[in-house]
C-alpha cells in the first residue's frame, strides 16, 4: 500500500503557502506617490528643456505663482467655495434618490417591476446630453447645475444599492420577518449593513461623478466657482491658471476617493486593504 501510495505521489511538487509580507504605512504611501511625483519630474524637466513652451502649458512654478496670485487676490477661495458647495448638494441629492429607489426595486417585487426598466433606460442616457435641456427647463441658474449633478450621481448609487440589496441573504431576511421585525426595521438593520460593500462602491462612483459632472455643470454660462475660473483663464490664454483648475479638479476626485477608503476602513475594519495578497 505503501509503494503505491509513493507512485501515486511520485513527481508531485509539496505545497508552499504564501507568506503575506508585512508592509509599514510609510512605505506603501512612498510607493504611491511615486507616480505622481515622477510626472511632476518629467513636467518640470520638459519645462526647463524648452520642449514644453507657455503657450502649450505652463511650467510647474509658474503654476504655483498663479496660485499664489489667485489666492491672494480671493479668486481661488470663493471659487472652490462655490464648486464644493454645488457639487456637495447635487451630490447629497442624487446618493439619497438612488438609496431610495436602490432600496425600493432591490427590496420589493412591485418596486422592481414598476420601476427598474424606466430607471434602467434613463441611466444610459448620458448626462451631458441633458445639458440643453436642463437650460430649456431651468435656464442658466444654480438650479440647472445642481439638478445636473444630482442626475450624474444617481444612477451609480441606484445600481449599486440595487444589487447590494438583492444580494441580501433571503433565508435571513425571512427568519428576521417570523421574529416580527417590520420591512423598515429588516432594511435598516439587515438588508443595509449586508448591502455596505455594495454601497460604499456606488458612493465612490458617485462621488468622482460629481467632479466630472461639475465641470460640465460649471460649463452652463457660470458666472463663479472653478469653470468660470478656467474660461477667463481660456479668454487671456493663461495656461497657469488653466493648469491650476485642472490640477483642482484633479485633486477634487481624490480626495473624494480618498474619504471613501476611510469610510471602509471605519465601517468595514475586517476587510483587507486593496491589493494585498490573499
Given at each position: 500500500m505503501s509503494a503505491v501510495s509513493e507512485a501515486a505521489t511520485e513527481g508531485l511538487v509539496t505545497p508552499r503557502p504564501q507568506l503575506r509580507t508585512p508592509r509599514s504605512r510609510s512605505f506603501a504611501l512612498t510607493v504611491r506617490a511615486l507616480g505622481p511625483v515622477a510626472l511632476l519630474v518629467l513636467w518640470w524637466a520638459a519645462s526647463?528643456?524648452?520642449?514644453?513652451?507657455?503657450?502649450?502649458?505652463?511650467?510647474?512654478?509658474?503654476?504655483?505663482?498663479?496660485?499664489?496670485?489667485?489666492?491672494?487676490?480671493?479668486?481661488?477661495?470663493d471659487a472652490l467655495t462655490t464648486s464644493l458647495t454645488r457639487s456637495g448638494i447635487g451630490l447629497l441629492i442624487g446618493l439619497a434618490a438612488g438609496l431610495v429607489l436602490g432600496i425600493t426595486t432591490g427590496f420589493t417585487r412591485l418596486g422592481d417591476e414598476l420601476l427598474d426598466s424606466s430607471l434602467q433606460t434613463l441611466r444610459t442616457i448620458p448626462f451631458l446630453a441633458l445639458v440643453p435641456l436642463f437650460m430649456v427647463w431651468f435656464g442658466i441658474n444654480e438650479t440647472a447645475k445642481i439638478l445636473l449633478i444630482a442626475v450624474a450621481t444617481t444612477f451609480p448609487m441606484y445600481v449599486s444599492t440595487s444589487s447590494g440589496v438583492r444580494n441580501t441573504d433571503p433565508k435571513l431576511v425571512e427568519a428576521m420577518r417570523s421574529f416580527g421585525m417590520s420591512r423598515l426595521a429588516v432594511v435598516r438593520e439587515v438588508v443595509l449593513p449586508g448591502a455596505l460593500p455594495s454601497l460604499l462602491a456606488g458612493l465612490r462612483l458617485s462621488m468622482t461623478l460629481s467632479v466630472i459632472a461639475l465641470i460640465a455643470a460649471e460649463e452652463i454660462n457660470a458666472t463663479a466657482g472653478i469653470g468660470y475660473l478656467m474660461s477667463q483663464a481660456q479668454s487671456y490664454a493663461r495656461t497657469d491658471i488653466l493648469a491650476v483648475c485642472i490640477l483642482i479638479y484633479g485633486l477634487l476626485g481624490l480626495s473624494a476617493d480618498i474619504l471613501v477608503r476611510l469610510l471602509e476602513r471605519v465601517l468595514m475594519p475586517w476587510r483587507r486593504p486593496q491589493g494585498e495578497a490573499r
Open positions: 526647463a528643456t524648452g520642449l514644453l513652451t507657455p503657450d502649450v502649458l505652463a511650467s510647474p512654478a509658474e503654476v504655483l505663482r498663479a496660485v499664489g496670485e489667485l489666492w491672494g487676490n480671493g479668486q481661488l477661495p
